[in-house]
C-alpha cells in the first residue's frame, strides 16, 4: 500500500503562481513513477505532469512551460509548481503513485480568479 497527502491549494488571481506537495508513505519503493491529475466541474480526469523513478518528466500541452513537475526522494514527496496560472486551471488536482497498482491522493482544490 501507498498513502498520497496533497497539500498546497488554495485561491489565486490569474497569473499567480501555486506549489503543489504529495507526501507519500508506505511502500514507496515501489512506486515506479509519480505524476499530477486534475478534474475540473463537469470534466474527465485529466493528467498533467508525471515524472519517473529516473527522473524523466512528461507534460501536457496545455501546461507546458508553465508547470513544472519534481520530486525529493529524501522526503518521499512530489512537487508540482505552477505559473502563469488562469481561470482554466481551476479544477481539483489529484496525485497519483503508480506500482503495479495506482494509488491516488484525495485531492487538492485550486481556484484561479481572473
Known amino acids: 500500500q501507498v498513502q498520497l497527502v496533497e497539500s498546497g491549494g488554495g485561491l489565486v488571481q490569474a497569473g499567480g503562481s501555486l506549489k503543489l506537495s504529495c507526501a507519500t508513505s508506505?511502500?514507496?519503493?515501489?512506486?515506479?513513477?509519480s505524476g499530477w491529475y486534475r478534474q475540473a466541474p463537469g470534466k474527465q480526469r485529466e493528467l498533467v505532469a508525471r515524472?519517473?523513478?529516473?527522473?524523466?518528466?512528461a507534460y501536457a500541452d496545455f501546461v507546458k512551460g508553465r508547470f513544472t513537475i519534481s520530486r525529493d526522494s529524501a522526503k518521499n514527496t512530489v512537487y508540482l509548481q505552477m505559473n502563469s496560472l488562469n481561470s482554466e486551471d481551476t479544477a481539483v488536482y489529484y496525485c497519483n503513485a503508480r506500482t503495479i497498482v495506482d494509488y491516488w491522493g484525495q485531492g487538492t482544490q485550486v481556484t484561479v480568479s481572473s
Open positions: 508506505g511502500r514507496t519503493f515501489a512506486i515506479q513513477s
Open positions: 515524472i519517473s523513478r529516473s527522473g524523466s518528466t
